[in-house]
């Protein structure tokens, strides 16, 4: 059955890994639409949507989008036009076709991995700070709230620092007329300072081992208890859960290239623990345990195992009817998680160095047909979720 199943999604499409670094939708304010690269069409976009290279973003009118790409935070005003030009473990870069873009650059090491282009030049910061880039028909804007920001052209270089806006207009085939006004301070701006202020501090953020550079880390700050698990260490428990929560099971599966199939969960802090770490149940408790610190963590489509089946010994806590179902249990801490899509065995390592130490060129044991597979969350009443 899962066989079948999966067989019947898109062939995946990367030759190579994929990359470890990966973007999330973190705040939806009216109606915003993602177009992925290579489709024609636009879909609405949701809450801990990933966006990767090739990926564009649009808001309509009356709207705003917060997207999160590790410690870095992108804002969206209203009516913009953003697209993702790359976004791998070494580059970020973004292109603002139209409209107004706030970037909080927080770590020292991205200051030379982030870029922000237009149709005029390349704006790249200098510091860490907040920076503001607005892109209409006629001129362009930027502006330096926190910081020092350079700006490269053919024509013009021009480097700003904290309080300054730069006004850039073409005028013609000649070099860009430059002059400076005072910063917006419009509703955009103002909203932008307030979601920066309401983030934790980065001292709460470094109390356990969780890296800033994992995506949607920041918003597990108030949404949960962290703990110390005798044996896995540092561990976090979501404060408000359905009566029958479990990992993987409120939320939805998408397709993401290169990935395949991806866990969209309805949470607010649904990403980080979906994409990264382990779950294991603790104290009658489901707890997230986010492993051994890494710098850069490697972004997982989804920590789970897929199990299905309709013969005798098939058993699920889920009702689903009769017939065959396809399930997914959590991954426990030292499991394996091995990708269903191309990767290579430095790839593997890396996604599972968390909590798993395999060793070079490892792969994974086969599995002969009909055999059970056992892992530590299915003994766990409500472990596993089944659908038809």
Excluded: K
Excluded at 81 to 103: F, P, Q, T
Excluded at 247 to 262: C, E, Q
Aim: proline fraction near 9%; aromatic fraction near 12%.
């Amino acid at each position: 059955m899962l066989a079948l199943w999966v067989a019947a999604a898109p062939a995946a499409q990367a030759e190579d890994d994929p990359p470890g670094r990966v973007g999330r939708v973190a705040q939806v304010r009216g109606q915003a639409w993602m177009q992925e690269q290579g489709q024609r069409e636009w879909f609405d976009l949701q809450r801990n949507r990933p966006f990767t290279t090739g990926d564009r973003l649009t808001t309509d009118r009356e709207s705003r989008l917060e997207l999160q790409i590790g410690s870095t935070t992108v804002r969206l005003d209203e009516r913009t036009d953003l697209a993702i030009e790359r976004l791998d473990d070494d580059r970020v870069d973004l292109r603002l076709y139209s409209g107004s873009a706030i970037v909080r650059v927080r770590e020292p090491e991205l200051i030379r991995e982030v870029s922000l282009n237009t149709r005029e030049g390349s704006y790249l910061p200098r510091s860490t700070g907040l920076f503001r880039v607005d892109v209409s028909d006629d001129q362009e804007q930027a502006s330096v709230l926190t910081g020092e920001l350079q700006f490269n052209s053919d024509s013009r270089s021009v480097a700003l620092r904290t309080g300054q806006r730069a006004i850039l207009s073409n005028e013609g085939r000649g070099p860009l007329a430059l002059s400076w006004g005072a910063p917006a301070d419009d509703d955009f701006e103002r909203w932008a300072l307030y979601e920066d202020g309401r983030e934790p501090p980065r001292a709460d953020q470094q109390r356990y081992p969780v890296s800033p550079e994992m995506t949607g880390a920041e918003d597990l700050a108030g949404q949960g208890n962290w703990d110390t698990h005798p044996e896995y260490g540092a561990v976090w428990t979501p404060t408000v859960v359905q009566t029958d929560w479990a990992p993987y099971r409120y939320g939805r599966w998408i397709w993401v290239s290169p990935w395949g199939w991806t866990w969209q969960d309805d949470a607010a802090w649904g990403f980080a623990p979906f994409h990264y770490g382990r779950w294991v149940n603790w104290r009658g408790r489901w707890c997230w345990a986010p492993g051994q610190y890494v710098r850069r963590p490697v972004y997982a489509p989804a920590m789970v195992a897929w199990v299905g089946g309709s013969g005798p010994g098939w058993n699920v806590s889920v009702s689903v009817g009769s017939g065959p179902v396809v399930g997914w249990v959590p991954l426990a801490p030292r499991e394996v998680f091995v990708p269903y899509y191309r990767y290579s065995p430095r790839y593997v390592q890396s996604i599972n160095y968390t909590h798993v130490r395999l060793p070079p060129n490892y792969q994974p044991p086969r599995q002969s047909p009909g055999a059970p597979v056992m892992y530590t969350n299915r003994g766990v009443p409500g472990g596993i979720t089944a659908v038809p």
